[in-house]
């Protein structure tokens, strides 16, 4: 068979599964609905966690732990609301699902950006024109730059920007910054502003000599650390370090070599707290319109059809080289 039949082999058997479920399920044809309710349990969980911190009924490491894990849920909603699956025809509830979740994740750049280069991603995966997936660390080979851009993707895009100038066509590194304000600018401010504060007041004497005024910002810092900017930083580091790693950069000539299927027990942490991306993002690539949901429902029985076909699973020896797409690589049949 060649790569195309495979494709539309694959992508029938996505679309007779999704059939199949949606005939079980009726519920299933209130997608907005669905996808409202969902981002308000997911609202209403995060503040009632953060509540149970803020009263001291739960400890800060648990409190950072199951925001992590909600706002994981949040990112697939902004992914589905990129790909307008909610309230397409209702720009009102559509825009204010919108901001609600940049508000959950405030380390990103607005959504409505992100559309533009997401959508920009499906055109361009595995080629040195996916801005999406270089912001995160697909395709570096240096380690520590590679390390930096998936935990801190401010300090990494100001570190690969003038790579980024030369390579990628149109890229403008305002553009990008800008895109994260106000709301990111605001996460980064009280991100750097702890770290500075408590790295100068770990050498202080005597730290009683603060103002009182600062003392008081810094209570809310600190609280906000905890139930935002710490939970979001797991987040994200986990979502960047699996996503730049299931897609390939460079050797890609079509659907089937953009993305490949990554649930080695290795990434298992990282999978927590990024919605078990790695085990299901391959299936988006064939049918982009899908709801999150429905992917992690149907991909059980998807994936050995995709390994059938030839999607590679594990192809760890591609991390080791800058996630290149080798015609000789090698891939785990152990995690499936």
Known sequence: MSSNLHIQAIVQSIKEEEQSLRSQFPILAYQNMLGVSLLMFAVLAMLLVAGFYAVSYIPAWLCIVLIAFITSISHEIE???????????????????????????????????????????????????????????????????????????????????????????????????????????????????????????????????????????MKWVDFLMVVLIAPNIIRSSSLNLVTSSMHYYGGVGNLMQQTQVLNHWVFFPFQLFCFNFGNTHTIHHFLPNQPFYIRQMISGRILPVMKHHGVRFNDIKSIKQANFYSASGLQSDKDM
């Open 79 to 217: 992914h589905d609301l990129i790909h307008k699956l909610y309230f397409k025809r209702n720009p009102v509830v559509h825009n204010l699902m919108m901001l609600i979740v940049w508000l959950m994740r405030p380390n990103t750049i607005n959504p409505w950006y992100r559309r533009k280069i997401h959508l920009h991603h499906h055109k361009v995966s595995g080629t040195n024109q996916d801005l999406e997936e270089r912001l995160v660390g697909n395709g570096i080979k240096n380690p520590a730059l590679r390390v930096v851009s998936i935990v801190d993707g401010l300090l990494g895009l100001i570190i690969s920007h003038r790579a980024f100038k030369r390579e990628i066509t149109g890229f403008r590194f305002l553009s990008i910054f800008n895109a994260g304000f106000p709301i990111a600018t605001v996460y980064f401010g009280i991100l750097y502003g702890f770290i500075i504060f408590h790295s100068i007041d770990g050498f202080l004497y005597d730290p009683a000599t603060h103002p009182t005024w600062l003392i008081d910002v």
